[in-house]
Nanobody, 115 residues
Framework: QVRLVESGGGSVQPGGSLRLSCVVSGIDLSINDMGWYRQAPDKGRELVAR???????YYPPFLEGRFTVSVDKAANTVSLQMNNLKPQDTAVYYC?????????WGPGTQVTVSS
């Protein structure tokens, strides 16, 4: 049974940092690509980071290099380091396979960037 549990969100001021974690159950991280996604109020869910099973990372250009995805396969955890946060980063953040399995979304973790 697949279970994805995100944590690490919170409220920060612009320019701050957060590190999100996703504990993964039921997905073999050695053969599945993983992604971090976010959904802002009144917007669709978008991909913000992809990590392939062999370690290749992809980020959309609009992030300007501020996010870094990593994996600890021994701990079944995928992490997202977010630096220089901006108000437009405010959203609920989720992890899932990439492409996502729509039956596996976890609860997400809220990130709020505000002064």
């Amino acid at each position: 049974q697949v279970r994805l549990v995100e944590s690490g969100g919170g409220s920060v001021q612009p320019g701050g940092s957060l590190r999100l974690s996703c504990v993964v159950s039921g997905i073999d991280l050695s053969i599945n690509d993983m992604g971090w996604y976010r959904q802002a109020p009144d917007k669709g869910r978008e991909l913000v980071a992809r990590l392939t099973s062999d370690g290749v990372r992809y980020y959309p250009p609009f992030l300007e290099g501020r996010f870094t995805v990593s994996v600890d396969k021994a701990a079944n955890t995928v992490s997202l380091q977010m630096n220089n946060l901006k108000p437009q980063d405010t959203a609920v953040y989720y992890c899932n396979t990439q492409p996502p399995d729509f039956g596996n979304w976890g609860p997400g973790t809220q990130v709020t960037v505000s002064s």
